[in-house]
């Protein structure tokens, strides 16, 4: 099983990425579920799509799993990653 490891810097409230600096990148997956996850930090891009994502947010990992499922969300057809539990980051 391979996982992906996002950042709340990676998401942006308009839904545009920047992957490289160079290009702009579009989300392909959409978080869905969990507690206190803003929804601007809900879309992400992963390429390439993994099994499992986890989402760090302030001391903690917000850990997901790819669905069969697909959101339209402004157009674009987004894979669903539910959420499945949380981790702390040891201190």
């Given amino acids: 099983m391979t996982s992906t490891i996002l950042t709340t810097a990676q998401a942006h409230s308009h839904n545009i990425l920047r992957s490289d600096g160079d290009r702009a990148a579009e989300p ?9 996850i803003p ?15 986890k989402l760090n947010v302030e001391n903690r990992y ?27 980051v040891a201190e």
Avoid: C
């Fill in 39 to 53: 929804e601007d930090q809900r879309m992400h891009e992963v390429e390439p799509l993994t099994d499992r994502v």
């Fill in 62 to 88: 917000e850990h997901f799993e790819a669905t069969s499922e697909v959101r339209e969300v402004d157009g674009r057809s987004l894979r669903v990653y539910g959420w499945i539990y949380r981790t702390y």
């Fill in 28 to 36: 392909n997956i959409f978080l869905a579920g969990g507690k206190d």
